[in-house]
């Protein structure tokens, strides 16, 4: 996986380098108020994009 150009920071890279697919993390932003707040990581679309699935909500587009 890249790591984006603005990811300058150890603490950063360390993030991006750890996303892979079957990883759960927590969202900012539900796509929905009876959404879950958390996202399971499906499959990566490019650096910064992800499609996940949120409970009680589905497939979600998700942008970093």
């Known amino acids: ?3 984006p150009p ?3 920071c150890p603490l950063i890279q360390s993030f991006w380098q ?4 079957g990883t759960w993390i927590m969202l900012e932003d539900l ?3 009876f959404a879950g707040n958390q996202a ?3 499959c990566q679309i490019s650096e ?3 499609l996940t699935w949120v ?3 589905g497939e979600y587009y998700l942008v970093f």
């Open 1 to 3: 996986m890249d790591i």
């Open 6 to 8: 603005f990811a300058s």
């Open 18 to 21: 750890r996303l892979k697919p």
């Open 31 to 33: 796509p929905s108020s």
């Open 40 to 42: 399971l990581l499906l």
């Open 48 to 50: 910064q994009e992800w």
């Open 55 to 57: 409970p009680n909500h």
